[in-house]
């Protein structure tokens, strides 16, 4: 099912994981972290959503055409599509990127994709609850967030939610999450932009 041009196709039954995040810029860590989901969570794809804009963050990110290219130039695989679906969308939250998402995607099974440093902040996202209960969540472990991603105000919120195996996610109903743990990858785009190697 193609919805409208722009808009990866997708049919009934699939299982589809969505990363968002500013890909400020899109690093080895991502493609890392992307693979080991479509391996581990038995997903059919996964989407990249590259935000307009991560409103937790004060400084705005670089022109969005620069993130998608920088984005697709790393990830190559056919299984993962690199999509603006927010800018589409006008979505800036991901509660209501999802609830636009479910609406042009019947059927479609989609499963939330988050680095452990973002489950420490979860609890300052809009409508943070309204997003478990919209879909099942996979946490990735990220180097040195284990501990604090597992103590977090919001795992305890979550915990009765929590299962003990990612792949069962694609068979789950929300609310389910779980913490997967993965080989670590030291890249980070905030590093990265300190090294001067990526200019907003």
Known sequence: MA???GFPPASRGM????????????????VHITREALKRLGLDQVWWL??????LKVNGPAPMPERLAR?????????VKVTDLEARLGTRYT???????????P???????????????????????????MVPVGVLARPGWGARARLSKAARSMRAHEVERGESLRLRRAPAWA?????????????IRARGEWQR
């Open 3 to 5: 919805p409208r041009q």
């Open 15 to 30: 299982v589809i994981g969505l990363l968002g995040g500013s890909f400020d810029p899109a690093h080895d860590g991502h």
């Open 50 to 55: 590259v935000s307009p804009g991560n409103p």
């Open 71 to 79: 984005a697709r130039s790393l990830m190559r695989d056919p299984r």
């Open 95 to 105: 509660a209501a990127t999802l609830e636009r998402l479910q609406a042009i995607y």
């Open 107 to 133: 059927g479609v099974h989609f499963v939330w994709l988050m680095g452990a440093d973002n489950l420490v902040q979860f609890t300052r996202w809009q409508r943070w609850r309204d997003i478990l209960q």
């Open 179 to 191: 913490f997967v743990n993965l080989p670590m990858h030291p890249a980070s785009s905030s590093a």
